[in-house]
């Protein structure tokens, strides 16, 4: 017992006596005393009564929640305190749609890297990443003129055909010619496939072609009859940005040797630094000559003491260098040879003197014309295309979009509506590149756009005939004979 009047005495006679402490002794509770107080004995006597009290409640709560079976019951539950929470949490399929969904992934982040460009069809199957729309026909609208041209086109013609693939429904040749062998072959062309159409305009200005190959109901891809490359995207590209921007009048290519895109190319690093071999090679392998041979890896380097070329002097009317005249062609057949230190000797090139101007050299210069041409062959060998796509453009993820800003463009590879043309004519300018790049588009208020991932070569413009002296012709047919035309489609090489 106690004695009288302590605070002991006090908790016994509210009834809160020592058995309540399961079994507890007071020489346990001592015991941890000292263990807390490092060693130093302290008597329950020293304490107030409620401090002891306090201790002696606690002590027991603690050993009651350690037992096995309390700990089970307390661990279950923690487990479905848990389970509620995520329930609560957890969006309903039925809720509010605009609650944020906490298991979603987070939205990836537009990619800035170009759009793919296959280049070669033994390794890209597919011609296009786009699906053909519906609700109207593509139409090719080629303006016929040069054999030795058109041999090449036609395989990629072809190639882009919806039956095999691609995104043209017809093509239809137009013959400005009263050419009796131009006109022989067309008819025999238009034979090879039933999609292939025809029609012979005599005598008539190009503007004047426009009024009676198109129809108001389809879309129109117009190309020239020298384009010796595009790229398997090229019309899928300007068909979708011709109608993801129904507010253009017409899309463009993104052409190697043009005037409006030389100066471009040249700044955004796609061209290369090639000069012409001055003599006749004496090492004639076939990887770098002949009927064969495209790839510029293939090329020896650039000898020489002078490492320069001059453009020519000529004016704008197509006249023909002489072959004695500074800039002509050295010999025919002639190649275009890679120089060492390419980035330190660019700047000895034809390509130093382009300008951003419709009628600058890039239009009258053939050695400009062989030097982007040489560079696109390279860059097609490396696969690397994405040179070109300079645009910051309106969908970093999809388009390279480069606005003219009503400024002239050439329409060697373009997309227009049939619609939008027969509105217009007749056409009160005799010249149609002019007219639909230039003068209907600042009256319209309706753009042209280049898209710089559609990338298609030109071969050459009239002012430009001494590129016909090198063997770059010879170079694209090998090209296209090897990647683009099927085996029942060869270009013959002789």
């Not at 020592?18 to 020489?27: L, P, V």
């Not at 890209?124 to 609700?135: C, E, L, Y």
């Not at 003599?279 to 990887?287: G, L, R, S, Y």
Request: with cysteine; hydrophobic share 35%.
């Amino acid at each position: 017992m106690s004695e009288p009047g302590s605070p002991r005495d006090d908790v016994e006679q509210k009834g809160l006596l020592r058995d309540s402490f399961d079994g507890i002794d007071d020489a346990e509770v001592l015991e941890n005393g000292r263990a807390n107080g490092h060693g130093h004995h302290k008597s329950r006597r020293s304490r107030s009564g409620d401090d002891w009290y306090r201790s002696r409640k606690i002590w027991r709560s603690a050993s009651a929640w350690l037992r096995p079976r309390n700990m089970l019951i307390a661990l279950v539950v923690l487990i479905v305190l848990a389970g509620l929470g995520a329930l609560w949490h957890r969006p309903s399929s039925s809720g509010d749609s605009n609650a944020p969904d906490q298991t979603a992934p987070e939205k990836p982040k537009p990619s800035k890297k170009p759009h793919p460009v296959p280049v070669a069809g033994g390794k890209h199957p597919s011609v296009s990443p786009w699906k053909k729309p519906k609700g109207f026909k593509i139409i090719g609208l080629i303006f016929f003129g040069r054999q030795r041209t058109v041999e090449i086109l036609d395989c990629y013609l072809k190639r882009n055909l919806v039956s095999n693939g691609g995104f043209l429904d017809e093509v239809l040749w137009v013959a400005n010619t009263d050419n009796e062998d131009d006109l022989k072959y067309m008819d025999k062309l238009v034979q090879t496939s039933p999609l292939y159409k025809n029609m012979t305009l005599i005598n008539l200005g190009y503007a004047s072609v426009w009024e009676h190959a198109v129809d108001d109901k389809n879309m129109f891809i117009k190309i020239d009859d020298d384009m010796v490359y595009f790229s398997d995207n090229a019309i899928p590209d300007i068909v979708y940005t011709k109608l993801k921007h129904p507010e253009t009048l017409d899309v463009v290519a993104n052409l190697v040797n043009s005037p409006e895109t030389g100066w471009l190319h040249y700044h955004v690093g796609a061209i290369h630094a090639y000069l012409p071999e001055m003599e006749p090679p004496k090492d004639q392998k076939p990887a770098a000559l002949g009927p064969k041979a495209w790839r510029a890896s293939a090329l020896p380097q650039w000898e020489g003491d002078n490492m320069t070329f001059p453009l020519g002097d000529k004016g704008t009317d197509g006249v023909v260098l002489e072959d004695d005249a500074p800039g002509a062609p050295p010999f025919k057949g002639h190649r275009w040879l890679p120089l060492k230190e390419q980035h330190k000797n660019l700047y000895n090139t034809p390509i130093s003197h382009t300008e951003y101007n419709a009628y600058g050299p890039d239009w009258t210069s053939w050695a400009l014309a062989a030097q982007v041409q040489y560079s696109l062959l390279e860059n097609i060998e490396k696969d690397q295309l994405d040179k070109y796509h300079y645009g910051g453009g309106l969908d970093l993820a999809r388009e390279g979009i480069w606005d003219m800003k009503y400024g002239r463009m050439n329409i060697n590879f373009m997309a227009i509506w049939g619609k939008d043309v027969l509105e217009a004519v007749p056409f009160e300018d005799t010249d149609d590149e002019r007219f639909l790049s230039e003068t209907l588009t600042r009256r319209l208020d309706r753009p042209l756009y280049v898209n710089t991932h559609a990338i298609a070569a030109h071969f050459s413009f009239r002012t430009q005939h001494e590129i016909f002296d090198s063997d770059l012709l010879s170079r694209w047919r090998a090209y296209a004979n090897e990647m683009i035309c099927t085996k029942e489609n060869q270009i013959p090489t002789s």
